[in-house]
């Protein structure tokens, strides 16, 4: 399962949702790939006002925040 999270410089609120990723499944925190929206205009008008947002390519699927460790479980199986 690839992960990509979409994050900012200095996002306090990512860093949050990275460290809820790592406890609540290691093995899926190590493949995950982090996304600044600042490189791209077209991911800054999409994710810009909504970082951090967690999207899983396999099923083409968006978790933004805010989310909760139940939640986030249930985005991964």
């Known amino acids: 399962m ?3 999270l979409y994050t900012g410089k200095g996002c306090c609120l990512c860093e949050q949702a ?3 990723l ?4 290691k093995s899926a925190a190590a493949n995950l790939q982090k996304v600044d ?11 810009g006002a909504r970082i ?6 396999d099923k083409y699927s968006e978790l ?14």
């Open 2 to 4: 690839q992960l990509i």
């Open 18 to 20: 990275q460290a809820m």
């Open 22 to 25: 790592e406890q609540v499944d």
């Open 37 to 47: 929206v600042r490189a791209s205009a077209d991911l800054y008008h999409l994710y």
């Open 52 to 57: 951090p947002v967690l999207y899983r390519e």
């Open 64 to 77: 933004p925040w805010p989310f909760d460790s139940f939640q986030l479980g249930e985005f991964l199986r």
